[in-house]
């Protein structure tokens, strides 16, 4: 019997990553492979870091073993077809004991296809918990990815609440094994954590605590900074949903899939946010109105990264440094030649945020002054921006959302839109739309695996071996309260 260490840098996580095919490997060549790591004791304590979430909550960040880490529930990631594969799910296995794998024999010999998202309970056998929650993750880079990594913590939670856990942890969901970036992790968990706390008018009736694990030092402090950039939000200062609900007649704030979009009459070199939207020329060196405000505002270090930057062509954006302003980056866009380049570069601009993690955004009346574009033709493309981005199935990081107008005849004019985007839909619906209680069903002609559901409807033979020959499908979407049927 061969012994070989292996102690260098990174060694260690390369092997343990590739541990499966290379026991295949090695079964191929009539050998056995077994691997051991020496478990070195640290001289500084492990990284732990709490995080308050509203008035009855926090999120821990902690350094360690999750397989050895006490808590109501803990949750261990799995692929659909519930094997031990990745190195956590076999930890769980060889220190919760044979009892835990029962629950996913039992699915496997009943053949039940689980998908990215779904979870399952089990008992938890000799770990340091109550109650064992399987999780099935998806793979980086699958469609729809970073929306079933947050339903699988959504659905982990509420599994955890249904079983009365005070606390339940978990790993950095969706790193190493299943793609996924520290960065992916993160926005995945706080999105669904933010849905959780919603959905429960932030005051979950039993959980408290929720812990992130992870033996990786970096990663644990990586996922710590995140946080403290994204942050939670103060509940104890926001109005609860159904209070918003019943404010249909709110002319400065609306909100769209949760995130509020605020609006002020001011200058906008005075916000204190992540990122400012400065609507320049080609050159990046327009001197006049707001944008000539933001430039002298923001410094000569900006005027100068804008010439390093400059040319730009129509519709396109970039981030600067903020110079003297109290922001991160000034998100320099082109200024635009319709009312659809409003749209398109803003969208590019909300994109390259979310690249950078940014929370907070500051818009001014694009278009409005040089461009020449009434005020209510731009704000309107503003909204179509925000409404498309934000409610795509990816998380974003955004909290908040402000746009600023300078002249108060434009505020007026963005003010109307806001107030009639806040009015209750009334009066009848269109032909091709029913509502039966409160789901509205829509009849639409398309190509039904273009679209974006949890689940398709597929009219098939009875031993589901149907093929080809049709053309027309049935999709029934549920999603919240709306319904679809394409036909």
């Given at each position: 019997m061969e012994s070989h260490k292996y102690s260098k840098a990174g060694?260690?996580?390369?092997?343990?990553?590739?541990?499966?095919?290379?026991?295949?490997?090695?079964k191929e060549m009539q050998c056995s492979l077994y691997l051991s790591q020496e478990h070195v004791v640290k001289s500084s304590p492990p990284k732990s870091f709490t995080h308050k979430i509203g008035n009855f909550m926090t999120l821990s960040i902690a350094e360690g073993d999750l397989h050895h880490f006490t808590a109501d529930a803990l949750t261990c990631p799995m692929n659909a077809n519930l094997a031990f594969g990745n190195p956590v799910a076999q930890c769980f296995l060889q220190f919760g004991g044979d009892e835990i794998s029962e629950v996913c024999k039992t699915q496997q010999k009943q053949q039940q296809s689980l998908l990215p998202g779904d979870v399952v309970l089990s008992d938890a056998g000799k770990l340091n918990a109550g109650t064992l929650i399987y999780a099935v993750l998806p793979q980086k880079g699958q469609r729809l990815d970073s929306h079933y990594l947050q339903s699988a913590v959504y659905n982990s939670l509420l599994k955890a609440e249904g079983k009365g856990c005070a606390s339940m942890a978990l790993p950095a969901v969706g790193c190493e094994s299943f793609g996924f970036s520290v960065k992916d992790s993160c926005v995945a968990l706080r999105a669904a954590v933010l849905q959780f706390c919603?959905?429960?008018?932030?005051?979950?009736?039993?959980?408290?605590?929720?812990?992130?694990v992870d033996s990786d030092e970096e990663i644990v402090e990586e996922y710590n900074t995140l946080i403290q950039e994204l942050g939670f939000p103060?509940?104890?200062?926001?109005v609860p949903l159904q209070s918003l609900k019943l404010k249909h007649g709110s002319d400065t704030r609306v909100l769209i899939n949760g995130v509020p979009i605020c609006?002020?009459?001011?200058d906008i070199t005075k916000e204190t946010v992540d990122v400012i939207v400065n609507s320049t020329n080609k050159s990046l060196d327009l001197n006049t109105g707001v944008s000539g405000a933001i430039l002298k505002a923001a410094g000569q270090s900006v005027v100068d990264e804008c010439k390093k930057q400059a040319p730009q062509k129509t519709g396109a954006a970039v981030l600067t440094g903020a110079?003297?302003?109290q922001c991160k980056f000034i998100a320099q866009m082109v200024g635009p030649d319709s009312t659809a380049d409003i749209t398109s570069s803003l969208e590019m601009v909300l994109n390259l945020c979310e690249a950078k993690t940014a929370t907070t955004l500051a818009i001014p009346a694009i278009g409005t002054g040089r461009g020449g574009f009434a005020p209510k033709e731009s704000i309107k493309a503003i909204f179509t921006a925000l409404e498309k981005h934000l409610k795509e199935p990816n998380s974003s990081c955004?909290?908040?959302i402000t746009v600023v107008a300078f002249e108060q005849k434009t505020f007026d004019d963005f003010r109307d839109h806001f107030k009639v985007w806040n009015k209750p839909a009334s009066g009848k619906m269109p032909e091709?739309?029913?509502?039966?209680?409160?789901?509205?069903i829509e009849v639409k002609k398309g190509d039904i695996t273009n679209e974006t559901v949890r689940g398709i409807v597929n009219t098939t033979n009875r031993d589901m071996s149907l093929r080809g020959g049709l053309y027309d499908h049935i999709d029934l979407k549920i999603h919240k309260k709306d319904t679809f049927i394409s036909t």
């Open positions: 060694e260690a996580k390369f092997l343990e990553k590739n541990e499966a095919n290379m026991k295949t490997k090695a919603s959905d429960r008018q932030n005051s979950p009736k039993n959980i408290r605590c929720i812990s992130i103060d509940t104890s200062t926001t609006l002020k009459n001011g110079g003297a302003l955004f909290r908040s091709n739309q029913v509502k039966i209680v409160s789901v509205r």
